[in-house]
């Protein structure tokens, strides 16, 4: 009697369960239906009473644009106008003439043109100011109106009016279009008979062919360690990274797995093919702008204790993408999960509250913190990003060395530079003497260059401050040295930092001989995370140190 009476009660709870899941999922089939209504009969009074004319396209956009933006900052709406640079992001190859554009003073620049590209082979420079495209001028344009201008079919010309710095007379140079494939792998190289290096700057379509054909290029020198150097790669395609994870750990090790909503997606990814090396020493290097694909290698990387990590914090960002499609040719890219790497642990910052100005993670409240453990026990934590096992702090510029960066003084001087000196040394040997420095310093001068430090801004607000609260007059004397003190001073601070502003000018002369290449060649000699990783993959003592059971990583 009393087993019927269960299963009668039993029957009748899953009867109100069920009859209650179809009222909410019908309550709120109704609260979508409904606010679609009102969302069309708004668009449709605007468009008739709005005193101005309306863009449709623009304003529904933006509209659709703010409501993902109260999601996350990765689920987006990509319009029709949109498709060929999101198909840019995921595969790397767009049809151009293979340079990057920028705008200064209200002109459009050449930044970079890409080695053997176009550009490049049509003997364009950086500094070159695009006037027309097609016998249009560019005056009234955005970078991204002449980007558009500048793509097109692959093997069609595209007419392009320069005006060259230095020069008097403006030209025209018809560029070939041709497919644009942007290498994922910019740079690899011995630093010196025991270390490989492999720098990867994104998760594109086929980049792990890339690191592979690296590796067992290297590998002919026999190394017994290998940075892969992964700073400022925002990421990209997630089976690039399983397949990069893959050529270092076992076949059969999980690499990293899935989880959301639609329990269907839910996936583990493991190691399928033999491994290239499952030996040779390995350090990770990452920053703070290392995100997503590149979180998925460097943390299974360290989970699974394969290799160390070196640098700071990663970005945090654990959230899986689908592209979904729309009606009129335009897309969804929807957030539909989150990452867990071998640990358990999730790369997602889990508080964005607290995130960094630049969307990075930042203080995570201990409340929010778990503790997980690597393949050899070592402890790690979730909380966002994946924390180095070796951290360097980053080097901060100083306010002067900033505003020569925006406002194209360094830029500037360097194409002045490149026009009155036909070659250079090779990017390992050539440094920015105290002659060349002395030449930068006359330009600077001669360029009526300003600048205001963060300090006297701070001060001004201050006193601003006291003067409000009445305290100004009992300390005038004292804000009046303190101003004097913090006053900018041009000559000074240009000795003061000039070790930091030799770096950067050297950096742009050696990119305009050299190209990408050539600046990465030029800036491993003084890489501080690179003399880092390469002095703990040194000794062997030290290096099987880290992995020692019980470890803590600790998250600060």
């Excluded at 053997?116 to 109106?145: H, N, Y």
């Excluded at 400022?232 to 050529?247: D, F, K, Q, T, W």
């Amino acid at each position: 009697m009393n087993w019927r009476k269960f299963w009668i009660g039993t029957a009748i709870v899953a009867v109100i369960g069920v009859g209650f899941f179809s009222f909410t999922q019908d309550q709120k089939n109704f609260e979508i239906a409904k606010n679609l209504d009102i969302y069309h009969t708004l668009f449709r009074e605007l468009n008739m009473f709005y005193v101005d004319e309306i863009s449709p396209n623009k304003l529904v956009k933006e509209s659709i644009d703010d409501m993902l933006m109260s999601l996350d900052p990765y689920t987006n709406y990509i319009s029709e106008d949109q498709i060929e640079d999101f198909r840019f992001m995921t595969t790397g190859e767009y049809a151009g003439i293979g340079a990057l554009i920028g705008k200064q003073n209200g002109k459009i620049v050449i930044s970079e043109p890409y080695e053997d590209f176009p550009a490049q082979k049509s003997g364009l420079r950086a500094g070159d100011i695009i006037l027309e495209v097609e016998g249009k001028s560019t005056e009234e344009m955005s970078t991204e109106d002449v980007s558009n201008l500048l793509k097109g079919p692959a093997n069609k010309p595209v007419k392009i009016k320069i005006q060259r710095p230095y020069e008097k007379k403006p030209f025209e140079v018809d560029v070939v279009r041709e497919k644009i494939s942007i290498d994922a792998v910019p740079y690899y190289g011995m630093l010196d008979e025991n270390t490989a290096y492999i720098r990867l700057s994104n998760f594109t379509a086929n980049c792990s062919k890339d690191v592979k054909n690296a590796f067992l290029e290297l590998k002919k020198n026999k190394p017994e360690s290998l940075i892969l150097d992964l700073r400022s790669n925002p990421g990209g395609l997630l089976m690039e990274a399983v397949r990069i994870v893959n050529m270092f750990v076992p076949q059969g090790e999980e690499i990293v797995s899935t989880r959301g909503k639609v329990k269907q997606w839910d996936k583990v990814y493991k190691a399928t093919e033999a491994p290239l090396d499952t030996t040779i020493n390995i350090a990770v290097l990452v920053n703070r702008n290392s995100a997503s694909a590149s979180e998925i290698v460097a943390g299974a990387i360290q989970d699974l204790d394969r290799g160390i990590i070196v640098g700071t914090r990663t970005f945090g960002k654990g959230l899986v993408q689908t592209t979904r499609d729309l009606s009129y040719n335009t897309k969804l890219k929807v957030t539909t999960a989150k990452y867990y790497i071998p640990s358990g642990r999730c790369i997602q910052a889990l508080d964005y509250s607290h995130r960094n100005e630049d969307g990075s993670v930042g203080h995570v409240p201990d409340s929010l913190i778990s503790e997980f453990t690597t393949k050899k026990g070592r402890k790690v934590y979730d909380g966002g990003g994946v924390v180095p096992d070796l951290k360097i702090e980053p080097e901060e510029l100083s306010n002067l060395s900033i505003a020569l960066i925006t406002k194209f003084i360094v830029f500037d001087f360097a194409t002045k530079y490149s026009s009155e000196n036909e070659s250079i040394a090779e990017p390992e040997d050539f440094v920015v003497n105290e002659d060349i420095y002395q030449q930068f310093e006359n330009f600077v001068e001669e360029n009526d260059f300003e600048y205001d430090s963060e300090s006297k801004e701070l001060l001004e607000e201050l006193k601003k401050s006291a003067k409000d609260e009445k305290y100004y007059k009992i300390a005038e004397n004292e804000f009046a040295a303190l101003q004097a003190k913090l006053e900018p001073n041009l000559d000074k601070d240009l000795h003061e930092f000039s070790d930091e502003i030799k770096e950067l000018i050297e950096d742009e002369i050696v990119s305009r001989y050299y190209y990408q290449k050539g600046s990465i060649r030029a800036a491993i000699n003084d890489d501080k995370g690179i003399k880092k990783a390469i002095e703990a993959l040194e000794s062997q003592t030290a290096y099987a140190a880290y992995f020692t059971p019980g470890t803590v990583i600790n998250m600060n």
